[in-house]
């Protein structure tokens, strides 16, 4: 099955890429998923180093923060999408300041390069990369220095993303599907789960809301040279916050991009500000850099510490539905399965087994979402025609609803027709129940159930 020709799906053609690309480089296991995470990671901390030269304190405590901080979000957001353009948009402005600095056009293309990649991912990222090359290229006309070059380089390295996504399309013959796509299942995704802008703005910082509050106030005190450096990182806080709020959700793994440029900016300011100056703000903003540092390595550190270590998950749900499956036929059953299930294990389980699913629907917010919406039609209307003309023999049904809920089964009244085709070609072979919660994350949360339904003898 195709990308967006095929399979119902919201993300962008960079996800796809760059998820291939680990996979044909670690492997497509649960280690290997765990090594591109680390290598997110890494390449995070590396570019953190670079941002914060020739401060190795400041580079430690913020390269640390964001990595415990990650740790601490918990096991579901690992290699999220998010994470992924926000290490690609911090591997940008540490090329683009280091191109500055040495004053080499390679970094430059190094940046346009992460800065297209990271637009494959979220389309916003254009935006952004074309504010940071203005900020410099204002910079350097400030200064009388030649910059046209630069930009060509930059502008060469950036369109190497989009182009392979274009390709990519063209590969998947899914260019059309992928259009329609923008203007049916991401506006409708995008609807969906939204949060008050109260708790958005509380929970974009919430790891860290000490730590900025005091960072805040060394802001009002001290007052820092507003340097082209420092104007870029504003920039990279002001796209995460804006990235955000935007996405309306609220989830752990949308703030990376935010987190990602706020920690070395608020690490610089405060080993900044612990040097000696002449200035009573100075001698003022000292104690609160010092007491930010010693609440950063001391507090949030180590509770984020204690968070990692105290996790754990299960896959009694992904095990149950195993032996469920092998039961009814295991291999050949591919093709002949189908989930109405998003994120619970259903998906995960027959990626494990090897098993092709009956149709690409991938995603059940897409089935149980309201009548009006024109994406929801299609893709009941589509489905429909595949489980008449050809009825997969297992289907297995999650208990809660993708982003929205509800729970307990419910999302099955909201589309009779699909409730009276169980009735009417199916039993009942199992209901499963969890009996543990899993502690994934910062709170105990019990997983979902699922039922299995066979294809009744005709």
């Known amino acids: ?41 890494a390449s995070a901390a590396v570019a953190i180093f670079v941002i914060t ?63 297209g990649v990271a637009s494959t991912i979220k389309p ?74 109260g708790f958005l703005l509380v929970h ?61 900016l608020l690490a610089i300011d405060f080993s900044t500000a612990l040097k000696i100056g002449q200035s009573w703000t100075r001698c003022a903003g000292r104690p609160i850099a010092a007491l930010g540092l010693l609440f950063g390595a001391f507090l949030i550190a180590p509770a984020s510490i204690f968070y990692i270590r105290s996790y754990e998950t299960h896959a009694d749900f992904i095990t149950s539905l195993t032996a469920t499956l092998e039961e009814l036929g295991g291999a050949r059953l591919s093709g002949d399965v189908q989930c109405i299930d998003s994120i619970s294990g259903c998906g995960t389980t027959l990626y494990r087994m090897r098993l092709v699913q009956a149709t690409g629907v991938l995603s059940d917010f897409l089935l149980f979402g309201p009548e009006t919406v024109p994406v929801v039609r299609l893709t009941r209307r589509q489905f429909l025609q595949v489980i008449h003309d050809d009825p997969p023999k297992v289907i297995v049904v999650s208990g809660w609803l993708h982003i929205d809920g509800p729970g307990g089964y419910e999302k099955l009244n909201r589309w ?31 997983p979902d159930g699922y039922r299995v339904y066979v294809l009744r003898a005709k």
């Open 1 to 41: 099955m195709a990308p967006y020709r095929d399979l119902g799906d919201m993300n962008m053609p960079g996800v796809y890429m760059i998820e291939w690309a680990a996979i044909h480089t670690y492997g497509g296991g649960a280690l290997a998923w765990r090594l591109f995470d680390f290598t997110l990671m």
């Open 416 to 446: 009779p027709e699909f409730s009276e085709v169980l009735r009417a070609e199916y039993s009942l072979r199992t209901q499963w129940h969890p009996d543990r919660p899993n502690h994934w994350w910062g709170r105990r949360q019990w």
């Open 53 to 115: 030269l020739p401060d190795w304190f400041a580079a430690i405590f913020a390269a640390s923060l964001f990595i415990l901080v990650h740790g601490r979000d918990g096991l579901g957001q690992g290699g999220q999408r998010d994470l992924t353009m926000a290490v690609c948009l911090l591997v940008a402005m540490a090329s683009l300041m280091l191109a500055t600095r040495k004053h080499q056009r390679w970094g430059f293309t190094l940046f346009g390069f992460f800065a």
């Open 204 to 264: 974009s910082i919430s790891p860290l809301i000490p730590l900025v509050m005091l960072w805040l106030l060394l802001l009002l005190l001290d007052r820092p040279k507003l340097t082209t450096e420092r104007v870029l990182l504003f920039c990279g806080v002001a796209f995460g916050l804006i990235s955000y709020i935007v996405q309306a959700r609220g989830y752990p793994y949308y703030r990376y991009p935010l987190l990602a440029f706020l920690l070395p």
């Open 124 to 197: 916003t990222a254009v935006l952004f990369g074309a504010i940071l090359l203005f900020v410099v290229a204002a910079a350097a006309r400030r200064e009388k220095r030649k910059f046209a070059a630069k930009i060509v380089f930059a502008s060469a390295g950036f369109l190497m993303g989009p182009l392979a996504a274009v390709l990519f399309l063209w590969h998947e013959r899914a260019g059309r599907a992928f259009i329609n796509g923008l203007s049916g299942i991401v506006p409708y995704y995008a609807s969906l789960g939204h949060k008050p802008l």
